[in-house]
């Protein structure tokens, strides 16, 4: 896990990358480098964080034996071993899958992309075709921006704030604004928060020459990869299989050289990821597991979770999250995440990392994606209707956005957004969306920053394609039967999941934001939405919004969500980033 960057098309390359790779030092504490082709106006640039063959050997940009590519690289190919064992011809230097990554795109090109397990964004240059070439994994679990330079160049990124450090403009969006405090939708299409700056897309590749524009093609298709058809084979025999891919995805995202601990909650997914280790690790694993607590016990997990350890030798390390430190931390995420992010929960997580760093673990292990795989949230069961719109943010009964609250002017420039439906049921369509434009997404780009920030690695067993493919196929029943959703699932999990936990209803992972945000957190949260206020009245309908919030803090309504939002553009505000 690193943090990469690029200049192609620039006089100044080397001392923009330069600055670009210092101000994503807490991606990789273990080293840098930078690599110049000075008559090209090319440098690639790396911070590195050390999972894999800890020595120097493992150091970036690596350069290829024939010396025709650089590769600049942030992420984890798991089946890296058996890769090399294809590529046993390579005069391989290093035991990282960095250079299995190298070595592969010598041998195929593009083509060995499909052959890569795991979750990646990386930089090419060919020094013979004079190209560039951009890269992101399938789903996006890694980061990477993009952003055109004054002189006709490219500048590419982990985080957008390198962009910045070489020179893009920092100018706020106001379109991804607007739709973002109209409708909730963020991180549903390669618009970023910041005008000039766009995300690489998941599963595709971008390709530079100079001269001409940037282009991008899909590699990736996941609804091509699905088909139109469900899956015809028996329950059993997808139990087999699923359950099969299920420990191979555990098993490879064990492969460190460096302590793997795992992320739990009390739910269905944590419980099933803590199964599957204790099958592929064995009974007497002892790996760290860290969960967080808010303080208010309304909101405890805790029970749930030691359940769930009982009679393992796994040591939990609880992280509690208390009202009078989310000032600060949430002053520091914004800085961390660069653009909104999900709130207490995030801020939660925050310390999940910062504590796994501290006892020493690397890297952790989550549970994301089995709700968007297995149908897992409570609008999948109303699919039928199929006038009633799914919501973008769920789990209360009032709305999460106050678009009546904004200006005329802001409501205008609000983006539609209809998501794509290349199947012939709305049920995966659903999923479909989910996955790519709006729950997960947004969920990768908070934990990426998350883990980064505290110089962790976070791996997600749960986004092997190999799962989310076989899953996307099944007919609609073996994921909801009757009013329960994961159906399958929970059948493919009898052996690793009590049936307490397996069979338990799905609970929102919930947070005291509501109840803190109307009270301990009441004076700072009005301050931040004041700033926010003050700094772009021509966003907001300024009495609308007061009435809102005093309406709110009286008790009134039980989402949160748009008080949230508020609060972001007044984070935001006060680092100077909407003036």
């Not at 069961?381 to 709305?399: E, F, H, L, M, N």
């Not at 986004?463 to 099944?474: V, Y």
Request: proline share 6%; glycine share 8%; hydrophobic share 40%.
């Amino acid at each position: 896990m690193c943090g990469i960057a690029a200049i192609a098309g620039s006089k100044d390359a080397e001392r923009r990358v330069g600055r670009m790779i210092n101000r994503l030092r807490h991606r990789g504490p273990d080293g840098e480098g930078i690599w110049t082709d000075n008559a090209g106006g090319v440098s690639l640039g790396q911070r590195r964080l050390s999972i894999l063959d800890l020595s120097v050997q493992g150091r970036q940009p690596m350069t290829s034996a024939n010396g025709r590519f650089v590769l600049t690289y942030n992420g984890e190919v798991y089946n890296y071993r058996e890769l090399r064992s294809e590529l046993a011809d390579y005069p391989f230097h290093s035991q990282t899958d960095t250079e299995v990554v190298l070595a592969a795109w010598v041998r195929w090109g593009e083509a060995c992309l499909d052959r890569l397990i795991g979750m990646f964004a990386f930089v090419v240059w060919d020094t013979h075709a004079r190209t560039l070439i951009a890269v992101r994994d399938r789903f996006g679990v890694k980061p990477l921006y993009v952003a055109s330079l004054e002189e006709g160049g490219i500048a590419l990124a982990s985080e957008i704030k390198a962009l910045h450090t070489a020179g893009v403009p920092a100018t706020a969006d106001p379109v991804t604004w607007s739709t973002y405090l109209a409708t909730g939708l963020h991180e549903h299409s390669t618009r970023t928060f910041w005008s000039g700056v766009s995300a690489v897309p998941a599963g595709t590749i971008l390709h530079w020459e100079a001269g001409k524009p940037a282009t991008l093609r899909r590699w990736y298709d996941l609804a091509a990869r699905v088909g139109q058809d469900v899956d015809p084979r028996s329950e059993a025999t997808v139990r087999e299989e699923y359950l099969g891919l299920l420990e191979d995805s555990v098993r490879l995202r064990f492969r460190s050289d460096v302590p793997v601990g795992i992320n739990l909650s009390g739910g269905l997914d944590s419980s099933t990821l803590l199964g599957v280790v204790r099958a592929v690790q064995g009974a007497d694993s002892d790996v760290k597991a860290f969960t967080f607590v808010c303080d208010d016990e309304r909101y405890d997990e805790l029970p749930w979770v030691q359940g769930m350890l009982e009679q393992t030798k796994h040591s939990l390390i609880t992280c509690t999250l208390r009202p009078d430190e989310v000032p600060a931390l949430a002053a520091r995420m914004m800085v961390a995440q660069e653009e909104p992010f999900g709130g207490l929960p995030t801020l939660a997580y925050g310390k999940i990392f910062e504590a796994a760093r501290a006892a020493g673990v690397i890297v952790l292990l989550d549970g994301q994606g089995m709700d968007e795989q297995w149908a897992g949230y409570d609008y999948y069961r109303s699919v039928t209707d199929d006038k009633k719109p799914a919501p973008i943010v769920q789990g209360a009964k009032d709305p999460a956005v106050r678009p009546e609250c904004l200006t005329p002017d802001l409501r205008r420039l609000v983006e539609p957004f209809t998501p794509p439906s290349p199947f012939p049921d709305r049920l995966r369509n659903l999923q479909l969306r989910d996955a790519l434009h709006t729950k997960i997404p947004r969920a990768l780009r908070f934990n990426d920053r998350v883990s980064m920030a505290a110089s962790t690695e976070l791996r997600e067993p749960f986004l092997d394609h190999r799962l989310f493919e076989l899953a996307m196929k099944q007919p609609a029943d073996r994921k909801i039967r009757g009013d329960v959703g994961k159906h399958l699932l929970r059948e493919i999990t009898t052996s690793l999941v009590p049936a307490g936990l397996r069979l338990a209803p799905k609970r929102a992972l919930q947070t005291p934001q509501r109840e803190w945000l109307r009270g301990p957190l009441r004076s700072w949260a009005g301050e931040q939405i004041e700033a926010g206020l003050a700094a772009h009245s021509d966003w907001f309908d300024i009495p609308a919004a007061h009435h809102a919030w005093n309406s709110y803090v009286a008790g009134e309504g039980d989402n949160s969500f748009w008080v949230w939002q508020w609060l972001s553009v007044g984070l935001a505000a006060q680092r100077g980033e909407l003036s």
